[in-house]
């Protein structure tokens, strides 16, 4: 088991241009997250989805867009990047048993670093 | 609306004791617990569900206080491997669990 990827690793953008960060989970969760942090701010939500082809918005979505098209995969779009989208995205999945242990216990990609000029 | 966790920062000495807290406005059904050691991803420490009990992982226990809306993280005999940043999430809704807000986290340092 891979767990959840992200791709790619590392991106710098100038500002206008857009770019999609690929999430990818095989552990087969239904509910997937995209947060941004930066110093100080702890996680942040954007985005999230609770299930393939639904998606909603979380704390900070305004800049972003998403599509789970595919139950494994979670893409993260910036349409026209700017230097406050300056930050590192992590992805996130869980899933939820009933009467279970761990409700919504949420497993991290490693993270994508992206810097705006 | 974002827990508030306490202290932001703390440097201990290697076997040394910590407790970190964290706060809510609101009625909490449950507080989850992660650590993110430099430049890697967060990882899921712990759960504390309404009535359940303390929980436990290595050293590290929790306790979840619902009539104070608060939880504490207890790190004891601290090992060098415990250092990194503490977060805890609490549910958005009430009822559902699957969106957490994060504190903005504690930082803790272990030196030899």
């Known amino acids: 088991n891979a767990g959840v990827t992200q791709t790619p690793k590392f991106r710098v953008l100038k500002t206008g241009q857009s770019m999609t960060l690929l999430c990818a989970q095989d552990?087969?969760?239904?509910?997937m997250y995209w947060y941004r942090q930066d110093p100080g701010m702890g996680l942040r939500l954007i985005h999230y989805?609770?299930?393939?082809?639904?998606?909603a918005k979380g704390e900070v979505p305004d800049g972003y867009n998403v599509s789970r098209l595919k139950k494994q995969n979670f893409l993260l779009g910036l349409e026209s990047a700017a230097p406050s989208q300056t930050s590192v995205y992590f992805c996130?999945?869980?899933?939820?048993?009933?009467?279970?242990?761990?409700?919504?216990?949420?497993?991290f990609g490693p993270g994508t670093r992206l810097t705006v000029l | 609306q974002q827990p508030v966790q306490s202290p932001q920062a703390v440097i201990l000495r290697e076997g040394e004791d910590a407790v970190i807290n964290c706060s809510s406005s609101?009625?909490?059904?449950?507080v989850h617990w992660y650590r993110q050691k430099h430049g890697e991803a967060p990882v899921f420490l712990m759960i504390?569900?309404?009535?359940?009990e303390q929980k436990g992982h290595e050293k590290i226990s929790a306790s979840f206080n619902e009539k104070k809306q608060q939880s504490s993280l207890y790190l004891t005999a601290s090992q060098l491997s415990y250092s990194g940043t503490y977060f805890c999430?609490?549910?958005?809704?009430?009822?559902?669990?699957?969106?957490?807000?994060f504190g903005t986290g504690t930082r803790l340092t272990i030196i030899p």
């Open positions: 996130a999945s869980s899933y939820s048993v009933l009467g279970g242990p761990k409700p919504y216990t949420q497993y």
């Open positions: 552990m087969n969760h239904e509910y």
């Open positions: 989805s609770v299930g393939e082809g639904t998606t």
């Open positions: 609101k009625a909490l059904y449950s």
């Open positions: 504390l569900l309404k009535g359940g």
């Open positions: 999430g609490t549910p958005v809704e009430s009822f559902g669990n699957e969106k957490l807000t």
